[in-house]
Nanobody
Framework: QVQLVESGGGLVQAGASLRLSCVFS????????MGWFRQGPGKEREFVAF????????TYADSGKGRFTISRDNDKNTIYLQMNSLKPEDTAVYYC?????????????????WGQGTQVTVSS
């Protein structure tokens, strides 16, 4: 079965950068659409970015647009989230998610598989 393992989170100061990674196993990675979501303290899980299984299509939430970049390496079965100019509002647990044949979805309920999450904390 599909498994996802995130890494790369940490404690940084505002304005710093982080790159999150998510390693996919248990399926054919190139056939899965991949999303990044986050959940801050006391908040609902929200969409961050998406990478389609097909082509180079990507989608971003307004919160990270211009600062965040999603990319994937099909040879390494890994998806990345490059986060620049981090703000305290970005503090959250970040999750990657997978859904086969998915062209786009910003709804967490439409993803079949989830990682365990990685904590990102941005200090003022």
């Amino acid at each position: 079965q599909v498994q996802l393992v995130e890494s790369g989170g940490g404690l940084v100061q505002a304005g710093a950068s982080l790159r999150l990674s998510c390693v996919f196993s248990g399926g054919t990675f190139s056939t899965y659409g991949m999303g990044w979501f986050r959940q801050g303290p006391g908040k609902e899980r929200e969409f961050v970015a998406f990478s389609s299984w097909k082509g180079n299509s990507t989608t971003y939430a307004d919160s990270g647009k211009g600062r965040f970049t999603i990319s994937r390496d099909n040879d390494k079965n890994t998806i990345y989230l490059q986060m620049n100019s981090l703000k305290p509002e970005d503090t959250a647990v970040y999750y990657c998610a997978a859904d086969r044949w998915r062209t786009y979805s910003g709804l967490y309920s439409q993803y079949d598989f989830w990682g365990q999450g990685t904590q990102v904390t941005v200090s003022s």
